[in-house]
Each structure stands twice: as C-alpha cells, then as structure tokens.
C-alpha cells in the first residue's frame, strides 16, 4: 500500500485501468517478470489488510470525528515536507520548492505543528514530490513491476526512492522507536482509511485484482512524475 497516495487520483487510476486489465494476459506484459512472486506477497498483504488493517481503518473512519482525521493527515502531510522540499530542488524545481518551504513554515507555526492547513488557503498548495518522481523526471526507467510487504504496490525505480526518501524523512529518522512506531502505525491507519472508497472500486470492478492494482499504480506514478499532465505512456519500452 503506497502510503503517501492520494486516494482521488488512485481511484481515477483504477477506472481508467479496467478496460487495459482486464484485456491483458499477466505473461504479455515484460515490465512485470517477478508476477508469480508479486501475487504470492499481493495475496499475503490482502490477507494482512482484510484481518487488520482494513477493519482497523474502518473502526477509525466510524469512532474518530472527520476533523480529527484531517488534523492527522494534515500532521503527516507536513511531516513529511522536507522529502518534497528536496525533491523540488532535485528535480530543478526552485520557485516550487520555495512555495513548499513557505507552506512547512506557515503549517508548523501558524498551522499547529501541522494540525491545521492554512498555507492552503493562503495559495501555497501541496505538491507531491519524492525520489522515485525525481529519477523518473531525469528519465530513469520504471523497471520492473514490484509488490512489497505490507507496503503494496511499487517497481525498482520507485524502491531505490523511499529507501533514498528514509534518510530524509523527519518521522523515519525519529530517534524514540517507541514515538516512531506508534507515530508510523497511525500514519498507515490513516492513509488505510482514506484508500477505503478506492479499494472499494477495486474489488467492485476489477476482473483480476492484481492487473487492475498494477496498472492503475502504474498510470499514477506517470502522471504524478509529469506533474498532471503526462505524454501518452509507454511502459513496456521501457
């Protein structure tokens, strides 16, 4: 489960990949050798999500009031600015890169410690940024498709980044393990409980869960690397 996902684009991504998915045979597609290992872990993760996390997040989204909840997602969204920040640089981004400095700056004094959002309101907007979009920006290749433990969804590319990412993420590197993994298990029931609707379409609409999943992780890695507005893909070149 990608954790840093915004859970309106992933459920686009899932419509606009039924129709490809469910057309194509799992052996056509060269980007995806490790299928047969991939849906081993996707199976062991659907198992892990319908006994824990999906119920946990589902608990949480009926007991914890929506303004709470957009409290804890705002606190991770800021949290994890400086990962953005740097990428902005990376990827030769200076002006966004000073707009999301501004946005950490005005949330963590004027916004709580990131509680609240009015950089949003002041017209300093989020971005999403990481490594992975950063080597995909300067044209490294996707690879091959990747499904990691308890984590989801992934490829080579976008592997090498959260690991590059860790080092820089101000709740990763937190020196209290005990704060870091309570912090860390929140963090994952929140995002679990925003991916509620789009796993919802998944299991609704999709012929093969794993194609529809892949696919639709793929289309919005391309897109989130061309900011919104991407040239017609071709990932099986790659």
Known sequence: MDMNVDSRVIVLGLLAAVSGCANTPPHEDASDPLEPVNRVVDTFNDKVDRAVLKPTA?????TVPQLARAS???????????VVIVNDL?????????????RLLV????????????????????????????????????????VLPI?????????????????????????????????????????????LSATKVRDT????????TREAYRQHRWDRIHDGNPPPPSFDDE
């Open 58 to 62: 589902q608990a949480y989204e009926q």
């Open 72 to 82: 804890v997602t705002n606190f991770f969204s800021n949290l994890r600015e400086p």
């Open 90 to 102: 990376l990827q030769g981004k200076p002006r966004q890169g000073a707009a999301d400095t501004g």
């Open 107 to 146: 949330n963590s004094t004027l916004g709580v410690f990131g509680l609240f959002d009015p950089a949003t309101q002041m017209g300093l907007g989020k971005h999403n940024e990481d490594f992975g979009q950063t080597l995909g920006y300067w044209g490294v290749g996707e690879g091959w498709y990747l």
């Open 151 to 195: 984590l989801g969804p992934s490829t080579v590319r976008d592997g090498v980044g959260m690991a590059v990412d860790y080092q820089i993420d101000p709740l990763a590197q937190h020196d209290e393990v005990r704060e870091r993994n309570a912090l860390g298990a929140l963090n994952l029931v929140d995002t679990r409980a925003r991916l």
């Open 205 to 212: 609409a999709a012929l093969d869960a794993y194609l529809f």
